[in-house]
Every structure is written in C-alpha cells, then in structure tokens.
C-alpha cells in the first residue's frame, strides 16, 4: 500500500471514530458566541479546571479538609488515625473548619479505641473523595441562571467549593484553578 | 428535539446567503450573519450544510447524498446520526424546514 493510500485509510478511520462519537451521543455541532437556548455566552463562566494530578480530599465532621493524593483506606467503615494524621500531615492544602459544605461531610461519627488490636485506633469522622489526573472541571456549570452556586454531592463540587474557599482564603495560592474561579467569584460579585 | 415538526419527507435547504464558511483542515467555522453566532461542524454536518445549500432535499434524500460525498456507508454514518445531527443544525439555524408533505 502507498504511503498516499496509508494516509486516505488513515484519515477516514479518524473520521470513522468521530462518527462513533457521534453515534455514542457526542454533539455535531458546536456554537461559539450564544448559548442553544440563544441566550448569551458568560465568558467569565466558561474557564475550565484541568486538574494536574490525581487528587484525594479528606472531610472531616465538622467541614474541615485536606487536599492531597495520600493513600487512605477504609476498614470496617472506618479509617486508621494512623493514616488519617499521615494524610493530614502530607496534604498540600488544608481548609479550616466548615469550608466543606454539609452533604459532603460523614454522616455519622464515632471513634474506636485500639479494639482490633492492630495498635491503631479508628474513626469514621472523615469522608473521603477522589479526582483523576487531568479530569476538567467547569466551575460555571454548577452556577445556575440567578447566579448562586448549585452543587452536587460529587467529587467536584467539592473541589469547586474548596475552590471558592481557596480563593477568599489565599487568592494567590497554587490552588489548580485559583484563576478559573476568582474570575467567576468577581463576576458573580 | 427539531425547532419544528419535520416528516422523512421534510425539504431541508440552508441559506448559502446567510453564512461565511471558513475550513481548516477537517473542521469548518460557520458565521451565521443574521444571528451573529460561529458554529463549529465537523467534516459530517459541514457535507450535510453544502448538500442542503447546493440542492434541498429530504432526509434520505440528504443521507444518501452526504455518505456518497464522504465515501461512507450506512455502517459508518448510521440514519439515526445522520438525523440527528440534522436536528442539530435546525436547532441552530444552519438548515431549515422548507415545506411538508402528507405524502
């Protein structure tokens, strides 16, 4: 086969990929400048986080976090506070109390002694949720048309409430996405 | 969802008038004078645009046209992608529904 033949067979099997995309639910069509509903496009409201790395975020009861990609398990529901503390001593963000909002704190709480024997005690105050490396996080699509914020109880709700604590905590900060979501928060005022 | 109720009889034309169409390689960038708005199509809706504009016609009509165009066949480019992304482009404005027929 020429390497004018490789590059047709190429090209089409690209375009055949496309149209199982397309057949897979991905849109056709893609309109710049207005929204399908005709309504104007915020720009402010468009800026994409690509999040740099995997990312674990610890919540404890009372709203507090920590943000960073430690390994932690659950055992019996609960986590070691041997791991916990390890996770809080190498996070690269810590939040302050209530920065998380409530649907994502542990519903329910309570402690363990060294009863298992493994020379550790337990707790299952803390709430644990994960991000993958490069996952794109839109912070704009969780405002709703009056302009307050409308989250879920996802991993990335939290990261864009984290976000927004980021930004009055340290608007400066290395926070992936502390520009995407300062530029929202001035917007929305 | 179409912005009208269509049939497989529909005519679907586009208004060559109405557009700036600019390609760069396999994406082409349409400005839409009367609404101001720059749609992206991809080489699919791109070939269902110039069909329409070069010679109206149904879905089938368009369908067979278009997968002859693009040298591709109905496992390729199934009806139901075709149709919608037809729908698409009414939704946008780039085709409109010329006229029905009960036939």
């Not at chain 1, 390497?3 to 067979?9: H, L, Q």
Request: net charge negative.
């Amino acid at each position: 086969m020429s390497s004018t033949e490789d590059s047709k067979t190429k090209f089409r099997d690209q375009r055949r990929q496309l149209l199982r995309l397309g057949a897979a639910g991905m849109p056709m069509v893609l309109t710049l400048g207005a929204g399908a509903s005709g309504g104007p496009l915020i720009s402010q409201l468009q800026c994409v986080i690509t999040l740099p790395g995997s990312i674990r975020i610890l919540v404890d009861d009372d709203g507090a976090a920590w943000v960073g990609n430690g390994n932690l398990k659950k055992k019996k529901g609960k986590y070691k506070s041997k791991d916990i503390n390890n996770f809080k001593d190498n996070a690269d963000f810590s939040f302050p109390s209530s920065s998380a909002p409530s649907q994502f704190r542990p519903g329910s709480c309570s402690g363990d002694g060294d009863g298992d024997g493994d020379g550790d005690s337990s707790s299952s105050c803390y709430e644990l949720y994960s991000l993958d490396a490069y996952q794109l996080i839109t912070p704009g699509d969780y405002v709703d048309v009056n302009g307050s914020w409308n989250l879920g109880s996802d991993a990335a709700s939290l990261y864009v409430a984290l976000s927004a604590r980021q930004a009055d905590l340290s608007p400066n900060s290395s926070w992936p996405g502390i520009s995407c979501i300062v530029s929202i928060l001035n917007y929305l005022g | 969802m179409a912005v009208g109720p269509y049939t497989s009889q529909t005519i679907w034309i586009a208004e060559a008038d109405d557009f700036v169409i600019r390609q760069f390689e396999d994406v082409y960038f349409v400005f839409c004078k009367s609404a101001g708005t720059t749609h992206l199509l991809n080489f699919l809706t791109a070939s269902i645009v110039k069909n329409a504009v070069d010679k109206p016609g149904n879905m089938k009509d368009l369908y067979d046209r278009v997968l002859n165009d693009l040298e591709l066949d109905a496992e390729d480019c199934p009806s139901e992608l075709f149709e919608s992304s037809v729908v698409q482009l009414d939704e946008v404005g780039l085709l409109k529904p010329k006229e029905y027929s009960n036939a």
